[in-house]
C-alpha cells in the first residue's frame, strides 16, 4: 500500500525501509507534520503514517478523508492526538503500537531518577571542567523510598518491577484497573490521595485522558510531600506545568524529570540550539538546577524502533488483506 509517513526523521526511515523489505509497501517520507494545515500533502496516500506531534483534528480528518486516506497508522501506543470520534464519522480505521518496549520507557523513567537524585549531569560537567569537588552533589538512596506509580499498564508495571524488585523499594500504586497479578509482586494499590502523600517519587504511566488532564494540579501538588520527586514520561497534559513550576518554586517539588511536556508538539524534536525557544514556560522550567527535561525520548532503543516499525507496517498489511487488526483503536461509544 501507499503509505506517507509524516515527522519523519532519518532514523525513521532507516528502520521503516530495513522492516518494509518484509511487506514491500510504497513509502513516502515527509519531514513535516501532519495537521490541517499540511493535510494537502496526504492526497492520493490510502495510508498516512503519524507520530504523537502530528495533530489529527477533525478538520484534517475530513480533508484526508475527502482525498481517499482510509487508514491512520500511528507509530506510537498514545492515540491522544487524534480524533477517534470523527475518524469514526469519516470511516478511517486508526492503528496503534500498542506495546513496542515497555522496557524502553521504563528504563529512561529510572535513568531519569537516578540523574536526577545523584545530579550526574551536573557532576559530570564539574569533573570536565576540572572541578573534583562533591560539594551539592548529595543524593539518596533509593533503596526503601516509596515510589507513587500513577497507571501500572505496560511501562508502568516494568517500572514496578525495577524499583520495587530490584532497587528495593516500597512501590505503591493508583490505576482504575488494578492488577491483581502485580499485587501478589508486592506493589500496593491504593487511592490516590494515599499515593500523593506518601510518595518520595510519583511517576506518571497512564494515558492523557479527559480524566487524567492536569491529574497533576495545584490541588495535587498540595497533598504530595514535601520534596517530592516527580517524573513523567507518560505524556504531558498530566502535568498542570504552569502549577509544577509554582510547586518548584516553593520547594514543594523536590525535583522533576519530564520526558513529555504539553506544549511539546512544535518543539520537541526539532534544533533551537541558534534561535532559542519562543514557549517561556518551558523556558522558565529550564531555569531550574533541579528540573531535567529530555525530548521525548524515552521510546528511543534499538528494539523499540525494530517493534515499531514492523507492527506499523504489519497493522497497514492486515488491513489492505482485509483481516481484522488487533491493533486498531477502537472508536468512542
Ligand atoms: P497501557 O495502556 O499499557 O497502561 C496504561 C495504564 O494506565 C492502564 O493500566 C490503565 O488502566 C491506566 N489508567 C487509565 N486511566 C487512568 C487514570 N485515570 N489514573 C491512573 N491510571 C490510569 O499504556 P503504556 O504502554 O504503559 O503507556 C503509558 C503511557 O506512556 C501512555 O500515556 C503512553 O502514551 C506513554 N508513552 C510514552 C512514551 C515516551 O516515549 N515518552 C512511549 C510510549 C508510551
Excluded: W
Excluded at 480505521?93 to 524502553?104: E, K, Q
Excluded at 520534596?227 to 498542570?240: F, H, P, Q, Y
Amino acid at each position: 500500500m501507499k503509505i506517507a509517513v509524516f515527522s519523519a526523521k532519518p532514523y525513521d526511515e532507516d528502520f521503516f525501509r530495513k522492516a518494509n523489505e518484509a511487506f514491500g509497501h510504497e513509502l513516502f517520507f515527509f519531514e513535516s507534520h501532519l495537521n490541517e494545515k499540511t493535510v494537502q500533502l496526504a492526497a492520493g496516500f490510502p495510508a498516512v503514517c503519524v507520530f504523537p506531534n502530528d495533530n489529527l483534528n477533525r478538520a484534517a480528518l475530513k480533508t484526508l478523508a475527502s482525498h481517499g486516506t482510509k487508514i491512520v497508522a500511528l507509530r506510537c501506543a498514545g492515540y491522544n492526538n487524534v480524533d477517534l470520534a470523527a475518524a469514526n464519522d469519516f470511516n478511517m480505521t486508526v492503528v496503534r503500537v500498542p506495546a513496542y518496549s515497555p522496557y524502553s520507557v521504563a528504563e529512561h523513567t529510572v535513568g531519569l531518577m537516578l540523574a536526577l537524585n545523584r545530579k550526574l549531569c551536573k557532576a559530570n560537567s564539574r569533573v570536565r571542567e576540572g572541578n573534583f569537588t562533591i560539594g551539592g552533589l548529595l543524593g539518596f538512596d533509593m533503596h526503601g523510598k516509596t515510589v507513587g506509580i500513577i497507571g501500572t499498564g505496560r511501562i508502568g508495571s516494568v517500572v514496578a518491577t525495577i524499583l520495587g524488585k530490584g532497587f528495593g523499594c516500597r512501590v505503591l500504586a493508583y490505576d482504575p484497573s488494578p492488577n491483581l497479578h502485580y499485587e501478589e509482586q508486592g506493589v500496593c494499590y491504593t487511592g490516590l490521595d494515599q499515593l500523593f502523600s506518601q510518595s518520595d517519587i510519583i511517576t506518571l504511566h497512564c494515558p492523557l485522558t479527559a480524566q487524567t488532564h492536569h491529574l497533576i494540579d495545584e490541588v495535587a501538588i498540595a497533598k504530595v510531600k514535601p520534596g517530592v520527586m516527580l517524573i513523567n514520561t507518560s505524556r504531558g497534559g498530566v502535568i498542570d506545568t504552569k502549577a509544577v513550576i509554582k510547586g518548584l518554586k516553593s520547594g514543594k517539588i523536590g525535583s522533576l524529570g519530564l520526558d513529555v511536556y504539553e506544549e511539546e508538539s512544535n518543539i520537541f524534536f526539532e534544533d533551537f540550539s541558534g534561535t532559542g525557544i519562543s514557549d517561556d514556560v518551558l523556558a522558565r522550567l529550564m531555569t531550574f538546577p533541579n528540573v531535567m527535561i529530555t525530548s521525548h525520548q524515552a521510546f528511543f532503543t534499538r528494539e523499540a524502533l525494530e517493534n515499531i516499525a514492523q507492527t506499523t507496517l504489519g497493522n497497514v498489511a492486515n488491513l489492505e488483506l482485509g483481516m481484522n487488526c488487533p491493533n486498531e483503536v477502537p472508536s468512542p461509544t
